[in-house]
């Protein structure tokens, strides 16, 4: 018995004096993101043939609790989504992507399943100036996003 309660004793600060080992993620560094340019609201311009489309679609980038966040209105609904973005390669993925479920007609509802299909598929950005984003897709090959900062 005596044994037991020295063998407790010594496991207990055994575990005790053992430190945590901090895990750095290996994404892109939230301190940076939050001072990203990034951040904020973006208008949908366009695809890359230039067509403008007949809907007001928004996006807006967000850092919420350390995780970074987008969110917006498509033709019909609201959408929202955590996303990996990594500054330094200028990547980006969006790995799931949620709306609200309100009716549309056909024609918006096809705009807005074209529009979540091209998020779910995109691969970098890059700014062509300070006012205005591109997103390019991973496919269709050479199909790009274009937004105009609010």
């Known amino acids: ?12 600060l055994f575990l005790a004096s053992c430190e945590s080992e901090k895990i750095d993620t290996p994404s892109a560094s939230y301190d940076a993101l939050r001072a990203s340019t990034l951040l904020g609201q973006w208008k949908f311009k366009g ?30 609904n609201f959408y929202f989504a955590e996303t990996e973005i990594d500054e330094s390669r200028k990547t980006i993925k969006i790995p799931v992507l949620g709306s609200t479920k309100i009716a549309g007609t056909p024609e918006a509802n096809a705009f807005e399943m074209t529009y979540y299909e091209s998020l779910r598929n995109v691969e970098r950005y890059e700014f062509k100036d300070k006012n205005t984003l591109v997103i390019y897709l991973s496919k269709p090959a050479n199909e790009a996003l274009y937004f105009e900062k609010k």
């Open 1 to 12: 018995m005596k044994k037991l309660i020295i063998w407790l004793m010594t496991s207990s």
């Open 47 to 76: 695809y890359t043939d230039g067509k403008t489309p007949k809907y007001d679609v928004s996006l807006e980038f967000k850092n919420e609790e350390d995780k970074l966040t987008i969110n917006g209105r498509s033709s019909v």
